[in-house]
Nanobody, 125 residues
Framework: QVQLVESGGGLVQAGGSLRLSCAAS????????MGWFRQAPGKEREFVAA????????YYADSVKGRFTISRDNAKNTVYLQMNSLKPEDTAVYYC??????????????????WGQGTQVTVSS
Protein backbone atom coordinates (compact mmCIF):
# COMPACT_ATOMS: atom_id res chain seq x y z
CA GLN A 1 0.00 0.00 0.00
CA VAL A 2 1.31 3.45 -0.93
CA GLN A 3 0.08 6.57 0.81
CA LEU A 4 0.66 9.92 -0.87
CA VAL A 5 0.73 13.42 0.61
CA GLU A 6 1.04 16.49 -1.59
CA SER A 7 2.43 19.84 -0.49
CA GLY A 8 3.67 23.09 -1.99
CA GLY A 9 0.45 24.54 -3.34
CA GLY A 10 -0.55 28.13 -2.78
CA LEU A 11 -1.39 31.46 -4.35
CA VAL A 12 0.94 32.89 -6.99
CA GLN A 13 0.73 35.61 -9.59
CA ALA A 14 0.65 34.83 -13.28
CA GLY A 15 4.17 34.24 -14.56
CA GLY A 16 5.33 32.93 -11.21
CA SER A 17 6.53 29.51 -10.15
CA LEU A 18 5.65 26.83 -7.62
CA ARG A 19 7.11 23.43 -6.84
CA LEU A 20 4.76 20.72 -5.69
CA SER A 21 6.02 17.74 -3.72
CA CYS A 22 4.40 14.38 -3.16
CA ALA A 23 5.79 12.29 -0.32
CA ALA A 24 5.06 8.58 -0.44
CA SER A 25 5.03 6.05 2.35
CA UNK A 26 5.68 2.38 1.80
CA UNK A 27 8.59 0.38 0.45
CA UNK A 28 7.30 0.00 -3.10
CA UNK A 29 7.50 3.64 -4.21
CA UNK A 30 10.39 2.99 -6.59
CA UNK A 31 8.32 0.26 -8.31
CA UNK A 32 5.61 2.71 -9.36
CA UNK A 33 5.40 5.11 -12.23
CA MET A 34 4.01 8.36 -10.84
CA GLY A 35 1.76 11.05 -12.21
CA TRP A 36 0.24 14.43 -11.53
CA PHE A 37 -3.35 15.29 -12.36
CA ARG A 38 -5.40 18.41 -11.73
CA GLN A 39 -9.03 19.35 -11.38
CA ALA A 40 -10.31 22.86 -11.89
CA PRO A 41 -13.68 23.99 -10.52
CA GLY A 42 -16.51 22.62 -12.61
CA LYS A 43 -14.18 20.52 -14.74
CA GLU A 44 -13.12 16.91 -14.85
CA ARG A 45 -9.79 15.82 -13.48
CA GLU A 46 -7.14 15.86 -16.20
CA PHE A 47 -3.68 14.44 -16.76
CA VAL A 48 -0.73 16.80 -16.27
CA ALA A 49 2.50 14.79 -16.25
CA ALA A 50 3.90 11.31 -15.66
CA UNK A 51 7.29 9.81 -14.88
CA UNK A 52 8.50 6.22 -15.07
CA UNK A 53 9.67 4.32 -12.00
CA UNK A 54 13.32 5.01 -12.87
CA UNK A 55 12.76 8.62 -13.83
CA UNK A 56 14.11 7.92 -17.28
CA UNK A 57 10.87 8.60 -19.11
CA UNK A 58 8.48 11.51 -18.75
CA TYR A 59 5.33 12.66 -20.52
CA TYR A 60 3.38 15.92 -20.38
CA ALA A 61 0.03 17.25 -21.37
CA ASP A 62 0.31 19.70 -24.23
CA SER A 63 -1.08 22.47 -22.03
CA VAL A 64 1.93 22.33 -19.68
CA LYS A 65 4.72 21.14 -21.97
CA GLY A 66 7.74 23.42 -21.74
CA ARG A 67 6.50 25.03 -18.50
CA PHE A 68 6.20 22.12 -16.04
CA THR A 69 8.81 19.52 -15.12
CA ILE A 70 8.16 16.27 -13.30
CA SER A 71 10.97 14.56 -11.41
CA ARG A 72 11.44 12.04 -8.65
CA ASP A 73 13.90 11.09 -5.95
CA ASN A 74 13.45 7.42 -5.10
CA ALA A 75 15.84 7.70 -2.15
CA LYS A 76 13.45 10.23 -0.61
CA ASN A 77 10.24 8.55 -1.81
CA THR A 78 9.20 11.85 -3.34
CA VAL A 79 7.96 13.06 -6.71
CA TYR A 80 8.01 16.73 -7.70
CA LEU A 81 6.24 19.00 -10.13
CA GLN A 82 8.10 22.21 -10.93
CA MET A 83 5.66 24.69 -12.42
CA ASN A 84 6.99 27.79 -14.16
CA SER A 85 5.32 30.55 -16.16
CA LEU A 86 2.06 29.84 -14.41
CA LYS A 87 -1.18 31.01 -15.97
CA PRO A 88 -4.61 31.62 -14.41
CA GLU A 89 -5.88 28.56 -16.27
CA ASP A 90 -3.46 26.43 -14.24
CA THR A 91 -5.62 27.10 -11.19
CA ALA A 92 -6.79 23.73 -9.86
CA VAL A 93 -6.40 21.15 -7.17
CA TYR A 94 -3.34 19.10 -8.04
CA TYR A 95 -3.18 15.40 -7.22
CA CYS A 96 -0.29 12.99 -7.33
CA UNK A 97 -0.89 9.34 -8.02
CA UNK A 98 0.97 6.05 -8.16
CA UNK A 99 0.43 3.78 -11.15
CA UNK A 100 0.03 0.02 -11.18
CA UNK A 101 3.38 -1.65 -10.68
CA UNK A 102 3.53 -3.11 -14.20
CA UNK A 103 3.07 0.24 -15.96
CA UNK A 104 6.01 2.03 -17.54
CA UNK A 105 4.04 5.29 -17.73
CA UNK A 106 0.44 6.06 -16.90
CA UNK A 107 -1.42 8.56 -19.04
CA UNK A 108 -4.95 7.84 -17.86
CA UNK A 109 -6.63 7.91 -14.49
CA UNK A 110 -7.46 4.21 -14.81
CA UNK A 111 -3.72 3.48 -14.82
CA UNK A 112 -3.39 4.72 -11.24
CA UNK A 113 -4.25 2.89 -8.05
CA UNK A 114 -3.12 5.23 -5.27
CA TRP A 115 -4.06 8.90 -4.97
CA GLY A 116 -3.18 11.76 -2.69
CA GLN A 117 -5.68 14.20 -1.20
CA GLY A 118 -4.63 17.08 -3.41
CA THR A 119 -3.12 20.54 -2.98
CA GLN A 120 -4.68 23.79 -4.19
CA VAL A 121 -2.84 25.94 -6.71
CA THR A 122 -4.31 29.36 -7.44
CA VAL A 123 -2.83 31.64 -10.09
CA SER A 124 -4.00 35.24 -10.05
CA SER A 125 -4.00 37.43 -13.15
Amino acid sequence: QVQLVESGGGLVQAGGSLRLSCAASGRTFSHHAMGWFRQAPGKEREFVAAISWSGGSTYYADSVKGRFTISRDNAKNTVYLQMNSLKPEDTAVYYCAAARVDYELGLFQRDYVHWGQGTQVTVSS
